[in-house]
């Protein structure tokens, strides 16, 4: 192993070498080998979305070989016996002999779903990674941006991919989409009109095809490689430990990370290919050909896009206003602008917190959620919120599998839609300050064995174990704000503004427990283990 890294080494060298002489620019080559990345296991999402993305992309192209994009009517003469005969479009011909006329094809299919899905999910708990320690303050607000773009970006990869079959399903759709561009006031015919090209549902696989296939894959790939440039540019951020401070980081070579990064795309591709091999997803040939009058049974959104349905259905119906000779629909206007609220919040929150907290240095090292309880507090509050609206897309599966009532199971999704947040807002603080004080009772006495011993003097008490120096320097190294104070300006006046950035600052850091002191704790901080990999700041 010693041998074969070593030789590898010597050939990144020869190539800086030959670039060297050539470009005079052999230097960024040596600078990227000494490069390292800091080792943690949550890193593996951003990766696994990345490896799901490449599995798409190939899958995607082999589906484009044999899809035919026209809405042109056919009667299908194929080998599915149950649907000879049937008129359907000639998207659907072709997506039917993709499934069984085209060998593999149904596999493509299903594995082009599954790793769509699968990159959804991944780019969501990357995002809950980011916010939870805090890795989107500055400098990286932008990657934040850049990640939640990503997932807005194939979000409509997937809903466009979703109409294109031309199958009851996917008409179904198109249906409900009309009706929500048509439910905006004043533009919505216009945007109709813009979509399906003033010919519903025809004109949608002519808008959606080139957006799915071409548009909307460049853009998730440009901002890949963007995340990828500023990782390169800035410095990784790192949770504190032995051997890291401000001018350090600790972690694996570049070049070993580069090889686990293979290893764990492998992985991924094959636990995809067997979920494609195993589980059937949207079996287009049980729905048959698109019909306007037909509406599939138990057919709902996307799974990552049901928040949107269950937002629709939390709001009571016949919420309509007619103003200024036009109806004005709130049962649709509302939901959609819930939900773009929720998400236009998530991606400025960066810069509301750093409104709030006042920082303008950059910030290299990755929090603990225990020792931020507002924000891990704000966090789960959103899963919450978001996880109600998911729920309510499903409400009618929901209340048939368990004999429940559709109309009482939305009544009290309604109330946890309210009470829910705030409930798992004032719960995960008070968590969170308890792991705080645990983690300072450690500190100050170690860990509790159990072991109870008599002292001459007839007092019993309870043996601690001493806490390891990594361990101490883990829980000891974290910061703790002080609220901020209200200040005048040069004209002895304080502003609306700064008062109101106070009692949110105070509100947001007033709840802590301070960390106890180096003098205290009694540790210097450790150096890293040998086996670990250090990297001076300078080397970006």
């Keep these: 192993m010693i041998r074969s890294e070593h030789r590898g080494t010597q050939r990144i060298d020869q190539l800086a070498q030959w670039w060297e002489h050539r470009t005079g620019q052999g230097t960024r080559v040596l600078a990227w080998r000494q490069r390292v990345v800091p080792d943690h296991w949550s890193l593996l999402f951003g990766q696994i979305a990345?490896?799901?993305?490449?599995?798409?992309?190939?899958?995607?192209?082999?589906?484009?070989?044999?899809?035919?994009?026209?809405?042109?009517?056919?009667?299908?003469?194929?080998?599915y016996e149950p649907l000879r005969g049937i008129e359907m479009s000639r998207a659907l011909e072709s997506t039917?002999?993709?499934?069984?006329?085209?060998?593999?094809?149904?596999?493509?299919?299903?594995?082009?779903?599954?790793?769509?899905?699968?990159?959804?999910?991944?780019?969501?708990?990357?995002?809950?990674?980011?916010?939870f320690t805090a890795a989107f303050r500055r400098p990286r607000e932008l990657t934040w941006l850049l990640w939640f773009g990503v997932l807005l970006v194939t979000m409509a990869a997937g809903l466009t991919g979703h109409l294109l079959p031309g199958d009851a399903l996917s008409g179904t759709s198109l249906m409900v989409m009309d009706g929500l561009l048509k439910a905006v006031p004043v533009l919505g015919t216009w945007l109709s009109f813009l979509v399906f090209q003033g010919r519903f549902p025809s004109g949608a696989i002519e808008t959606f095809y080139p957006l799915h296939v071409i548009v909307l894959p460049a853009?998730?790939?440009?901002?890949?490689?963007?995340?990828?440039?500023?990782?390169?540019?800035?410095?990784?951020?790192?949770?504190?430990?032995?051997g890291r401070t401000e001018h350090t980081v600790v972690g694996r070579p570049v070049t070993v990370a580069a090889v686990r990064s293979g290893g764990l795309f492998a992985v991924v591709f094959g636990a995809l290919t067997v979920i494609a091999a195993t589980v059937t997803v949207n079996p287009i040939w049980l729905y048959g050909p698109s019909d306007p009058a037909v509406a599939s049974a138990g057919g709902g959104a996307l799974w990552y896009l049901a928040a949107l349905d269950g937002a629709q259905r939390l709001v009571p119906p016949g919420w309509e206003v007619v103003l200024f000779g036009r109806t004005w629909t709130i049962a649709v206007l509302v939901p959609i602008g819930l939900v773009t609220l929720f998400f236009l919040t998530a991606m400025i929150y960066p810069f509301i917190e750093r409104w709030i907290t006042g920082e303008r240095k950059d910030q290299h090292w990755l929090a603990r959620p225990r020792n931020a309880p507002t924000r891990t507090g704000l966090g789960v509050a959103g899963i919450v919120f978001y996880g109600v609206l998911w729920t309510a897309g499903g409400s009618d599966v929901i209340a048939l599998h368990l004999s429940l009532s559709n109309e009482g199971?939305?009544?009290?999704?309604?109330?946890?839609?309210?009470?829910?947040?705030?409930?798992?807002?004032?719960?995960?603080?008070?968590?969170?300050?308890?792991?705080?004080?645990?983690?300072?009772?450690?500190?100050?006495?170690?860990?509790?064995?159990?072991?109870?011993?008599?002292?001459?003097?007839?007092?019993?008490?309870?043996?601690?174990?001493?806490?390891?120096?990594?361990?101490r320097w883990r829980l000891l190294d974290h910061e703790s704000p002080m609220p901020a104070m209200v200040r005048p300006d040069a004209h002895g006046r304080i502003r609306w503004s700064e008062r109101a950035r106070a009692r949110l600052s105070r509100w947001f850091f007033e709840d802590r427990i301070l960390p106890v002191t180096t003098s205290v704790s009694g540790s210097p901080p450790p150096e890293a283990p040998r086996d670990i990999a250090t990297m001076p700041a300078e080397h970006r």
Excluded: N
């Design 50 to 79: 990345v490896a799901s993305l490449v599995v798409c992309i190939l899958t995607g192209v082999f589906l484009m070989l044999f899809y035919t994009p026209s809405p042109e009517t056919v009667r299908y003469q194929g080998i």
């Design 219 to 242: 853009v998730t790939v440009l901002m890949i490689v963007a995340i990828g440039l500023l990782h390169v540019v800035q410095r990784p951020a790192q949770f504190p430990g032995p």
């Design 409 to 471: 199971l939305i009544m009290v999704l309604r109330a946890a839609l309210f009470l829910g947040p705030v409930v798992a807002f004032l719960l995960t603080k008070r968590v969170c300050l308890g792991l705080q004080r645990r983690d300072r009772d450690i500190l100050l006495h170690g860990y509790e064995t159990g072991r109870i011993v008599r002292l001459p003097g007839g007092r019993y008490v309870e043996v601690h174990a001493p806490v390891s120096s990594y361990e």
């Design 96 to 131: 039917l002999a993709i499934s069984f006329e085209i060998r593999g094809g149904l596999l493509m299919r299903q594995l082009h779903h599954w790793s769509s899905s699968a990159m959804v999910a991944a780019v969501m708990l990357h995002l809950l990674r980011l916010f």
